[in-house]
């Protein structure tokens, strides 16, 4: 990958960005509501799978055909190692959601967030984005070439970035119960002591 492309897949990347954490926090009322009513959380994940779809499209072109990288057999087992703990911590921390309620189904039906409790046990109880966290190990773990870093690099910054506003939201939504929780449990990564 020359400048350029390094340039045109760290623009896909911040548009995704910008439109997935911006059209986030909808309600039926206000944001994708407005266009897609009870079926704006629906439209939403559709609308980011889309649009990582694109990125990865972009990011494929970008590449295109570029070798991978020469890394040490201990190397390439602590990458599938990691691999392997996003997958489990990913669909650990998914049993702790209503499905319905993360797919877009329960405000389909008319159930909406406000109805959602605030998840602080499980995982949750060692890590505020236990998902967040499965999405790290999954992108840092598949480097083996240089769109492959890339990807862990913007994919990394946006998680930060958009586990801030994530985080604004459920202030307002669950007040000092979250300002509570967020004192006490880490973003990302569980304390070790």
């Avoid at 930060?160 to 939504?173: K, N, P, Q, W």
Wanted: hydrophobic share 50%; proline share 4%; net charge positive.
């Amino acid at each position: 990958m020359n400048l350029v492309d390094h340039i045109l897949y760290a623009g896909a990347w911040v548009a995704f960005g910008l439109s997935h954490s911006l059209t986030a926090g909808a309600g039926p009322k206000r944001g994708l509501g407005h266009l897609f009513g009870r079926a704006h959380r629906l439209a939403y994940n559709g609308l980011a799978a889309l649009q990582i779809a694109l990125v990865m499209s972009v990011g494929a072109w970008a590449a295109r055909g570029e070798p991978p990288f020469s890394m040490p057999q201990w190397l390439v087992l602590l990458r599938w190692g990691m691999i392997l703990g996003g997958l489990v911590l990913g669909t650990v921390a998914l049993r702790a959601y209503d499905f319905g309620a993360f797919a877009g189904l329960a405000q389909f039906r008319g159930e909406e967030d406000a109805t959602q409790p605030l998840v602080s046990d499980g995982l949750h109880r060692h890590m505020r984005h236990p998902l967040y966290t499965a999405a790290l190990l999954l992108l840092w773990g598949r480097v083996d070439g240089e769109l492959a870093l890339a990807t862990a690099i913007w994919g990394s910054l946006y998680l930060a970035i958009g586990s801030h506003y994530e985080e604004r939201r459920l202030m307002v939504r669950y007040g000092e119960t979250y300002s509570r929780y967020r004192a006490i449990t880490p973003r990302f990564f569980p304390r070790l002591f």
